[in-house]
C-alpha cells in the first residue's frame, strides 16, 4: 500500500493545500453514480465510496459525481482506486487551481471554475470543479454542495437523446458546455448592471456610482482571471492532443471553443467599457466642478464691486461732497446698474450665462 | 433520419443559442435561387425549400440567397439537403457569432458581419451574415430583410462579365468584397463624424461633445470586434488552404487581405485621434477652470481689500482723527487708486492679464 | 484582347477605388524614359505610351517614370504592355494604399509613401509611389506631379558611378533609398518642432500649444502608419525572397532595413515625448491653478475677517461701548495688524508665501 | 592549478561583482552537510570546507548547504572542489542575479530569490538562494544567515518519507518547492494590506493612504521582478531538459510550474487592484473638491448679494428716500428672505442640497 | 583600385551620413596598435596608418584602437586594409546607428553605444564604438578622444591573465563588457537620483522636481533606445552563429547577455518608479489643491455671514428697533458666537478641522 504513504506525506506540503473549507461533515458528502448505455440508464445515489466502486464495473459510461469536498477521505479512496496521483487529488481538493488541463496517461483531469452571479452584492462567485476523463468513466468533483449537473442527468434520462449514444468524453464535454454557459449568463448579467450604471451615470452620478464601477470592473478581473485559461483547456482537448476524445466528439469541443473565444470577446469589450465609464465620470465631476465655480465666480464678480461702491458712500468722512448732493443716491444706482450691465455682457461674450 | 432527431436535440441546448429575433412569419421568408454559367443567367424567388431544391442540379453555378432568418425549419431543411452539421445550423441560426471561417470537409462555412452606419443615432449597426461554399453552390444567409446582395445579382446579369467565367468561390469573394466595402462606407462616415466632433470641440465644447466622443469610441470598439476576426478568416482563404478556393481566386482574395488591413489601420487611427480628443475636451475644461479662477481671483483680489478700506472709514468712533481731515476722503481715493494699480501690475507680472 | 474587358470591370468595383484626384488632364500626365548601361545614358520625355514602349527593348535597363497619375488610360497601356495585372494596375490608381511588396511572378510591385514636412502648416503630406520592378526594367508611378527622382537622375548621368554598373534592382534600391532619406528629413524637422513646443511649454504655455502637441502627435501617428509596413517590404527584399534582387544588392538593402529601424525608433521616442509634454502641459495647468488659487486664498483669508471687525464697527447700535473708548481706533488697529500677522505667519508655516 | 588564477582574475572584473555585503566575517559562514539514502540519515554541521569534502563521497546523495556568503573563499574551494566554472562562483557570490537555470554539463545551476514579507514597514525582502544540482549531490548557497531550509531537514528525518526515497533532483525539488510557498505567505499579507488599505481609502483616506498604495505598487514591481522569470526556470525543469532531473520528478515541477502561473496570476491581479485604487483616491479627491466647493459657493452666493443690500442702506447720502420709510426696515428684510428662498430654490434645482 | 571609387559614391549619399562632428583635425586621431601573446606585449602610438598597417602581421593577436573619429581618410584606408565593404566603413562613420551586430564573412562588425552619466546637467552621454572582430585582430573605432579602453590594456599588460592567453574574440569580449560595466554605472547614479527626487517629492515639491522628473523619464527613453537592441548582439554573439566566436568565450558572452536582462529588468523597474513619482506628484498638487480650498471655504464660511449680520445693523434706516435695544450690542455678540461655533461644529463634522 504506497499511496496512503504518499496521502499521509500531503500533511509535510505547504500551507497553500488546505483542506477544503466547510471540511467539518455538516452535510454527508454526496457520492452519485450514473450508469448509462444507449439502452439503459441507472442513477444512484449511494453513501460510501466502497459501494460506489462495486457499481462501476458493468455498463458503457459510468459518471461518479462527487457534490461537495466535505469528506477528503472518501476523495482520496476514489483516486485511489482509479490510480490517480496524489498531486491530482491534492489538486482536487485545493480549490484555489488554475483552470488547466493535464493528461494523466490513461485519463484526462480537468480544473475549471463554475461561476455564478450574485444579484444582490453584484460579486461573481466561483466554485472549482474538477473532472477526470477516462474512456469509459467520469468523475466529477463539486467544491460546493448543490445539484449543479442536474440539467445534464435530465438530458441523459431522455432515450434516443444524442448524449446516450456517445461517450464518456462527450458527457465531459456536456458537463464543461454546461459550466461555460453559465460564463454567458453572468456576462448577461453584467451587460445589465452595466446598463444600470450608464444610466445612473448620465442621470445622476453619485460617488457610489463610481464605487459600483470600480467594483464591477474588479469583477471583471476575476471573471477575466476564470475564463483566460479556458481557452487552452478546451482548445487542447478540442485538437485531440489525447486519443481519450473521439473525432465525433471534437468538432463539438471547437464549438465550445468558439464560445470561450466569444466570452473573452464580451468580457474586453465591458473591459473597455468600463474604463470608458470611469474616465466619463471623472470628466462629468470636471465638468461640474466647472459648473459650480461658475456660478461662485459670477456672483461674486456681479456683487463684488458693487459692495466696494456701497461701502465707499458708506464712510463718516466729514467732507464727501457726494453724499450731500441732491441726486448722490440715484448717481450710485446708476453706476450699479452700468457695473451690472457691463458685467453681464461681458458673461454673455464667454458664454457663461 | 438521424439529423431530425440532432435538430431536435438543439432545443436541449444552452440558451445563448435563441431561434433569431422576429422569428414569427410575419414576413415570410424569401428563397433565392440564382443559377448561372458562362453563357446563361437565371434568377428564381421561390417560395419553400423544396422547389428551391428542385432547381439546384443543372447548371455549373447555383447560388441560394435566404433572405432574412425567420424561418428556422426552412434553414434545417435546406441545411440537411447540402448535408450541413446541426453545429453549423445552429451557427447560422444564432445571430451572435464571431467571425470566422471553418472547413466542413466538402465546403467551407463563413460566418461575416456586414455593418452599416445610421446617420441619426450615429450608431453602427451589424448584420450577421453566413456562406457556406461548395464546389458548384454557394449558400448565403441573411439575418435581417433587405437586399444587401443586389448589386452582385447586377454584375451577374451582365453577359461577359468575369464573374459569370469563373466559380462558385469567385462568387463568394464578390459577396464577402461587397461587405468588407460596406466597411469603408461606414469608416467614411465615422471619419466625418470624428471630424465634425473636432470642430465642436475647438469651437463650442459641451459635455454633449464629450458623450458623443465616448459614444464614438465605444461604436469604434463594437467595429474592431467584428473586423479583427476578419484577418484570419479571409487570409485562411486566400492562402489557399482549402481545394475550394482555385487559384485565380486567391489573389482577389489577397488584395481583399490588404483592404482588411487598411481597415484595422483606420480603426486604430480613429480610436488613436478619439483617445487624443479626449484628452484635449479634459485639458481644455482645465483650462477653462483656469480661466474661470482667473476671472475670481483678480475682482476678488481687486476689490475685497478696498472694501476693507470704505469698512475702515465706515467705523462709528467717536475718535477717528482721518474722518475729521479736510482731504481725508481725497486721502482715501489715493489709497484706493494705488491698490488698484499694485494690484494691476502685479497681475500683468504674471501674466493674467 | 482579354485586359480591356477586366479593366472594363474595373468600373464594377467598389467605391474605395476612385480615379485619382485631380485626373482632370489639367497638366499631362509625363513619361520620362531612361535608358542605360555602364557606357551609355539616354534621357527621353515621351509624350505617348506607345512611343515609350517602342524604347523600350534595346539596353540592359530601361526605366520608365510616369510623373502624376492622370492619365489612367496610359496607365493601363503600359500594365498591359508589361502584363501587370488588373489589381495591381488598380492598386497603381487607387492611392490609399498600404505600403506593400507583391511578387508578381516576373516582377515585383512595391508601393511606398514619399513623405514631406509643410513647414508653414507643420502637416506631413504623403504622396504614393509605386515601382515594378523587373529583370531588366523598373516603372516608377508617381502620384503627385514634381520631379521628385531628379537626384537619381543626376546620379545616373555620372559615368563610373555604382549605380550604372549594376542592375534594375540597384535602380529600385536607389528609388527607395531616396524615399527613405526624406522620412529622416521629415523626422529632423519633426524633432525641430518639438524642440520648439518644448521651449513654449517652459516660457509661455498656451491653449495653443497644447493644439500644437496634439496637432504633432496626430502626425506622428500618420507618420507612423505609413512607416510601419516599411519594415517588412524593406526586410522582404532584402532577404531576397525574390531572385529578381541580386546579391550585391542585398546587402544595400539590408542596410536600409537599418535605417527603417531607426526610423521607427525616432517615431516611437518622439511619440513618448509628445506624451510626455502632454503630461507636463496638464501639470502645469494643476500648478498654475494652485498658484492662482493660492493668491486667492490668501488676499480672501487676510481680509474677509478683517472686514468683518470693521463692518462690527460701523454697526449703529446705540449703545456700544467700544466707540465711546478713546483709543477704540488705536484698538480696532491693533486687532487688525494681530490678524494680520497671525495670518501672515501661518500661510508662512504652509510653505505658501 | 589552473583555477585560483581565474579566482584572482575575479578582482580584474567589473565593480557591479562585489563581495557580498557583511563579509567581514563577524559570524563564521556555517556549512551543513546532510548525507542520507532510504535506511540512512546523516547531519553534520562542519567549520572547513576540506572536513566537507571528505564526507561527500559514501551515500546515495549529500546535500552541503552554506548558509550565508560571508567567506568568499569557503565557496571558491567548494567550486574548485565540485569543478565549477569562475563564472558561476561569481553569480553565487553576486547577489544581484535574476532568477535562472544553467546547464553546466554535469550539473545544473539554478539562481532564485526566498522572499519575505516585513509587517513593519510592508516592504518585500529578498534573499538569494544558489542551488547547484549534481547527479548524487545538491549544493545550496544562502546569502543571508539564517535557517530557512529547516523544515526540509525536518522531512528528511522522516524515515519513509518520500524525500528519502527519491534522489538529488526531488531534494532541488523541495528547497525550490519550500521558496515558491514562501511566494504565497507574502502574497497573503499583500493581499491582507490592499484590504486595509481599501477600508481606509472609504473611511477616512488621507494622503498617507496615497503614499502607502504607491509603496505597495513598488513592492509588486519589485516581486514580479522577482518572479516572472521563475517559470523560465521550473518550466525548463519541468521539461527535463536535463537527463539529471528524472522522470518521477518531473510530475512535482509542473505541478510547482502552475504553483508559479497562481502566482503570476495574483501579482498581475494585484497590481489591477492597486491601480484601480488609485483612480479611487484621485477620484474621490476630485469628489471632495467638488464637496468643498460646493459649500464655499453656496454660502458665498447666498450672502454676498444680501451684504450688498445692507452695504446699499448703510450709505450715508443725505437723501435716501427708503431709509425714512416706517417700514423700510423690514422692506429690507423682505428682500432678504426673498433672495434668500430664491437661492435655495435654485440649489435644490441643481441638485445641491 | 575599385573601393576609392565607392568611397567618392559615399558622397553621392543622403545627408544623414555627415563626416563626424569635430572633423575639423584640431586633435589627430591617434591610432593605438596593440600586438600580445601568451608571452609578449607590446604596445604602440603610431601616426599613419601606413605605418600602423606594417605592424599589423606577426603576432597572434593585434588590436588597433581608432580614438575619435576625426580623420575619414585614415578610416577609409584602414577599412580597404581590411577588405571593409564601403557601408560598414559609412556605418562606422554614422554615429547616429543603432547597435547591430553584421556577419561580414571573415569577419564580425559590431556597433554599440557607450553611456556615461553627467552629474551636472543630470543627462545621459553616448558614444559610438564599432568593432571590426577578425580572427586574429580586433579594430576598435571610438567616437569621441578620451581613453575609454585603458582598462582592458592594463589587463593586457599583466602576463598570466586570462586575457593573454585566450584569441581575438575574448578581447572583443572584453571590450564589450567594458561598455556594459558602464551601463551599470550610469544605472546607479539614475538610482541615485531617483532616490533625491522622491525625497524631494516627499518634503517639497516644486515644479521643478517635476521637470527634472520627466527630464529623467526622457533620459531613460534614450538609455532604453541604447539597452535594447544589445541583447540581440549580445546574445547573436553569445549563440555563436560565427566561428569567429571559440566555444570557450561564448559562456563569457552567456554571462554578459545575463548582465543585458538585469540591465532591461532595471530599466523597465526605473521606468514604472518614474511613472509612479508622476502620479504621486499628481495626487500630491490636487491634496494640495484640496488644503488650499479648505481654508479659504472655512474662511469664507465663517466670515462671509457675519459679514452680512454686522452690515444689517450698519444700515441707517430711522426706524429700527434693535438699534434702540439696551443689549443690541450684546445681542448681536451672541448671534456671531452662536454663527461661530455652528460653522465649527459643521467642519468638525466634516472632518476638514
Known amino acids: 500500500m504506497v499511496i496512503p504513504a504518499d496521502m499521509a506525506e500531503l500533511a509535510e506540503r505547504p500551507p497553500e493545500t488546505p483542506a477544503p473549507e466547510g471540511a467539518c461533515h455538516d452535510a454527508p458528502t454526496r457520492l452519485m453514480v450514473v450508469r448509462y448505455d444507449e439502452k439503459h440508464y441507472e442513477e444512484l445515489s449511494v453513501e460510501s465510496v466502497e459501494q460506489c466502486l462495486s457499481l462501476r464495473d458493468a455498463p458503457p459510461v459510468v459518471w461518479i459525481d462527487v457534490d461537495a469536498l466535505r469528506d477528503a477521505e472518501a476523495v482520496a479512496k476514489l483516486g485511489e482506486a482509479y490510480g490517480l496521483h496524489p498531486l491530482v487529488l491534492e489538486d482536487i481538493l485545493t480549490t484555489t487551481q488554475r483552470p488547466k488541463l493535464e493528461d494523466l496517461g490513461g485519463s484526462l483531469f480537468v480544473v475549471i471554475k463554475m461561476l455564478s452571479y450574485d444579484r444582490e452584492t453584484h460579486e461573481i462567485h466561483h466554485e472549482q470543479m474538477s473532472l477526470v476523463i477516462g474512456p469509459t468513466y467520469v468523475l466529477s468533483f463539486q467544491e460546493v454542495k448543490g445539484d449543479a449537473f442536474a440539467p445534464i442527468r435530465e438530458r441523459l434520462k431522455r432515450a434516443g437523446a444524442r448524449i446516450r449514444r456517445m461517450g464518456a468524453d462527450y458527457l465531459a464535454y456536456a458537463l464543461i458546455d454546461l459550466i461555460v454557459d453559465g460564463y454567458f449568463d453572468v456576462l448577461e448579467q453584467v451587460g445589465e448592471r452595466i446598463e444600470d450604471l450608464e444610466d445612473a451615470l ?22 477575466r482571471r476564470a475564463a483566460w485559461p479556458l481557452r487552452e483547456v478546451i482548445g487542447a482537448l478540442g485538437r485531440g492532443e489525447s486519443r481519450m476524445i473521439h473525432q465525433e466528439t471534437r468538432v463539438y469541443l471547437r464549438d465550445l471553443l468558439d464560445h470561450t473565444f466569444q466570452i473573452m470577446d464580451s468580457v474586453d469589450t465591458f473591459r473597455d467599457m468600463l474604463s470608458g465609464m470611469l474616465d466619463m465620470y471623472l470628466s462629468s465631476l470636471s465638468n461640474r466642478m466647472n459648473e459650480i465655480m461658475k456660478v461662485l465666480t459670477i456672483i461674486a464678480t456681479l456683487f463684488i464691486p458693487l459692495t466696494f461702491v456701497t461701502g465707499l458712500y458708506g464712510m463718516n468722512f466729514r467732507y464727501m461732497p457726494e453724499l450731500e448732493w441732491r441726486y448722490g443716491y440715484l448717481f450710485v444706482w446708476g453706476i450699479i446698474l452700468l457695473v451690472f450691465l457691463a458685467m453681464l455682457a461681458y458673461f454673455r461674450r464667454k458664454r457663461w450665462l
Open 202 to 223: 448620465v442621470t445622476n452620478s453619485t460617488s457610489e456610482t463610481l464605487h459600483a464601477i470600480h467594483h464591477l470592473k474588479r469583477q471583471m478581473i476575476f471573471f
